[in-house]
């Protein structure tokens, strides 16, 4: 049993932490149910309920397999998917508007009205999806070059007699 009656929310974050340490060693029934004892427990001994960064701690401490789901695909595979901060921000930059759908036809062509701020905005959405790969392969061959370019070069020595 643990005492929650001296420095409380220290207590109750030494608690959260242990448990994220030892989450691979239970399953979702097991977390579900120590996060609803320590905070009967806390709620018991305080008298109030653990605040909100607390909670949130816990709540992804039981929906830690969700995710943590490195799947990219989990969006369609799964009914009901959770996204971490990180796979929606990368998401959210793969996603085009359906206005860009409109504007670009098939044969790749922009028909839209030429301004500054939509070449701008074409640029960030082309330099997004610019494949990791062909740029270091770009970068390859520049350095390449450019070590063939300053590497040391053999001296040539003339002689000219002068008569």
């Known amino acids: 049993m643990i005492d929650f009656t001296s420095d409380y929310k220290l207590k109750l974050n030494e608690v959260i932490d242990n448990l994220y340490e030892n989450k691979s060693k239970m399953d ?3 977390r579900m149910w120590l996060v ?3 905070t009967d427990e806390y709620f018991r001994q305080v008298r109030e309920r653990p605040d909100v960064s607390a909670l949130n701690r816990l709540a992804t401490l039981i929906l830690d397999d969700e995710i943590t789901n490195p799947d990219v695909y989990k ?3 799964m009914e009901y998917p959770i996204m971490s901060h990180r ?3 990368r998401r959210n930059k793969a996603q085009v508007s359906i206005k860009w759908a409109d504007e670009v ?3 790749g062509k922009n028909y839209r009205q030429k301004s500054r701020e939509m070449n701008r905005r074409k640029r960030n ?5 610019i494949d990791g ?3 270091n ?3 390859k061959e520049r350095w390449r070059r450019y070590l063939e370019f300053t590497k040391v070069q053999p001296v040539f020595t003339y002689i000219s007699r002068v008569n």
């Open 28 to 30: 979702r029934n097991q």
């Open 36 to 38: 609803q004892y320590y």
């Open 75 to 77: 969006m369609t595979h």
């Open 87 to 89: 796979q929606e921000v």
């Open 105 to 107: 036809g098939t044969d």
């Open 125 to 129: 959405i082309m330099n997004e999806h």
């Open 133 to 135: 790969a062909d740029i």
């Open 137 to 139: 392969a770009r970068n």
